[in-house]
């Protein structure tokens, strides 16, 4: 599956007040502890749990409009969102997800910034490969075992430039292809960072020329 989307910064998706009632819905979660807690620092809701929840049913249904308007024949279902609120002690420079790498389950992933975040708070990284890198086909063909091996990691030498760090304001949205080069930011001591990110399955998509030049003129 070849298409040209790569990521996209979309400012002011969600305007302060939204962004404090999700915050709300975030604090409420916590406390209640009524879903998955996949790590101490993320909370996992299926497709289920996200239907009983309409802040982030409508939400999830918003950015999948806006892709749906931005791009031909595209198919997305809202798999997962997970609730991350990660500090300095969640980050480990050495090991994945914090280099450069793509996920061996391909999805359109829309963070949604909860707070103003800075370099300091650890925000993604988001970088093109060549297309020498052959990131489908390698992703298609990974074992079982490939986090052991580090078969998903992503070469300096096979990323176009420098990865960016996608720093943003309350309310932006990051919306990436996972085929395309990221890693997770470091978290300095006594900061923090709290987003919501929506995992899409994709099925058969034909990207707009138009909406593609755009994009890349934006970078």
């Given amino acids: 599956m070849e298409f040209n989307f790569k990521f996209l910064h979309k400012k002011n998706f969600l305007n302060r007040e939204r962004v404090k009632g999700l915050n709300s819905k975030f604090d409420d979660i916590l406390l209640k502890k009524s879903y998955t807690a996949l790590y101490d620092n993320v909370i996992q809701l299926n497709s289920k749990d996200i239907n009983g929840e309409p802040m982030f049913d409508n939400l999830g249904k918003e950015i999948k409009s806006f892709f749906n308007q931005q791009i031909d024949q595209i198919n997305l279902n809202l798999d997962k969102l997970w609730l991350i609120s990660s500090e300095n002690q969640h980050t ?18 829309a963070m949604v910034y909860l707070h103003d975040v ?6 993604i990284h988001l970088g093109r490969t060549s297309d020498s890198a052959n990131i489908e086909h390698r992703r298609i063909n990974l074992p079982d075992n490939y986090k052991l091996l580090g078969l998903n990691t992503i070469n300096d030498f096979d990323i176009d430039g420098e990865m960016i760090p996608m720093v943003g304001c309350a309310g ?27 995992d899409f399955d994709i099925s058969t998509t034909t990207t707009k020329p138009s909406f593609i030049r755009k994009i890349f003129r934006s970078f």
Avoid: C, W
Wanted: net charge positive; hydrophobic share 35%.
């Fill in 92 to 109: 480990n420079p050495t090991i994945l997800p914090f280099i450069p790498h793509f996920d061996k389950r391909r999805y359109f992933k």
């Fill in 172 to 198: 932006d949205i990051i919306l990436f292809d996972t085929n395309t080069a990221h890693k997770a930011g470091i978290v300095s001591k006594g900061y923090m960072r709290r987003v919501l990110r929506f």
């Fill in 118 to 123: 800075t370099k300091r708070h650890g925000p």
